[in-house]
């Protein structure tokens, strides 16, 4: 008897009745995001929500529960495939501090409105991460490294829905602000890129102002997006167990491979299809991952997050982009 024949074939269907669930709600959220115009993301969360009788299907759970997990931290893992180091460096050393001091000030502004609010300083990091790097794919990343609790996953898919929110919220209003600031085009790109949370919404505002914007705004954006790597690995470390000291052993290893990404990605061996393929990929991953975490989430446990938490998120995201106008008006 072939052994490992049997143990994959039993591993398949173990998870291929909630691998499918996922993937076909996925599927259905990038169709109402293409004929909508809403993001993807969002319309994954919601779906997962709608359909969270699945989480107690004993069939479905196992294949729920890696699409959770293993898709999601692939998915994020890939997300270096979008960055490369050429163009953090074409952006300018002032730019580029301004972008890493909004970056640790967010982080740091959320932990201490989690303290002066009465929430756990998990909350803040986790909120002020995806508000101060890329939204939606920041918290789930950052969820990942936080220590284990009651609480995280109601928490994350929480951040999750709110910065998808208020990133949309952003992509309409920031524009219109800029054009009354009277900003220029590169200016305006970089206001865009530095504070909208999610990058979709930075694409979508950047070009919704010129072709300069969009392009500044875009490489901005991704190095926050590039950002990730350094958070995820400070907090991976201060939040280790007390006694263990540093080691490699406790950093993810998807984390490692997104740095291993950029430094591909920056050598440009790979063709553009390839990159825009493992792009793509990541993109489903991600999606279909939210669409689990969805899922298992219950709408009745969100109820209990409390208005601080949506305080919290609103005033982070009005930090960073005071945050960001002051920077730029001393630059200029």
């Known amino acids: 008897m072939n052994l490992p024949d049997l143990n994959a074939q039993q591993t398949f269907h173990r998870f291929f009745p909630g691998l499918m669930c996922c993937l076909t709600v996925a599927l259905a959220a990038r169709f109402l995001s293409d004929h909508y115009g809403a993001p993807q993301l969002l319309f994954a969360l919601l779906l997962g929500l709608a359909f969270h009788f699945l989480s107690e299907v004993d069939s479905c759970l196992p294949g729920v529960e890696f699409s959770a997990t293993v898709l999601l931290k692939t998915g994020v893992a890939l997300l270096g495939f979008r960055i490369t180091y050429d163009e953090v460096a074409s952006l300018g050393g002032a730019n580029i501090l301004l972008v890493l001091s909004a970056v640790a000030a967010t982080i740091l502004a959320g932990i201490s409105l989690?303290?002066?609010?009465?929430?756990?300083?998990r909350f803040g990091i986790l909120t002020g991460g995806a508000v101060a790097i890329c939204g939606a794919s920041a918290a789930i990343a950052i969820a990942t490294v936080l220590p284990k609790s009651e609480t995280r996953e109601r928490d994350t898919l929480f951040t999750v829905i709110a910065v998808t929110t208020l990133s949309t919220i952003s992509m309409v209003l920031y524009p219109i602000l800029a054009n009354l600031l009277a900003l220029d085009e590169r200016t305006t790109?970089?206001?865009?890129?530095?504070?909208?949370?999610?990058v979709a919404q930075v694409v979508g505002a950047g070009y919704s102002v010129s072709d300069q914007s969009g392009d500044i705004a875009?490489?901005?954006?991704?190095?926050?997006?590039a950002l990730l790597v350094p958070v995820m690995l400070l907090?991976?470390?201060?939040?280790?167990?007390?006694?263990?000291g540093f080691s490699f052993s406790i950093i993810p290893r998807?984390?490692?491979v997104f740095c291993v990404a950029v430094a591909v990605n920056s050598t440009g061996v790979l063709p553009v299809a390839m990159t825009q393929l493992l792009a793509d990929l990541s993109r489903w991953l991600l999606v279909t991952g939210i669409?689990?975490?969805g899922i298992k989430?219950?709408?009745?446990?969100?109820?209990t997050v409390g208005v601080t938490a949506i305080v919290i998120l609103t005033i982070e995201t009005?930090?960073?982009?005071?945050?960001?106008?002051?920077?730029?008006?001393l630059i200029s």
């Open 114 to 121: 989690s303290y002066l609010l009465g929430r756990k300083f």
């Open 189 to 198: 790109g970089i206001f865009l890129g530095a504070t909208i949370h999610d």
């Open 218 to 225: 875009t490489i901005i954006k991704l190095v926050r997006v």
């Open 235 to 244: 907090f991976t470390v201060l939040l280790a167990p007390k006694g263990t």
């Open 254 to 256: 998807f984390v490692l």
């Open 291 to 293: 669409v689990a975490i």
């Open 297 to 303: 989430t219950s709408l009745k446990s969100m109820t």
């Open 318 to 329: 009005l930090f960073i982009a005071l945050w960001v106008l002051t920077g730029l008006h």
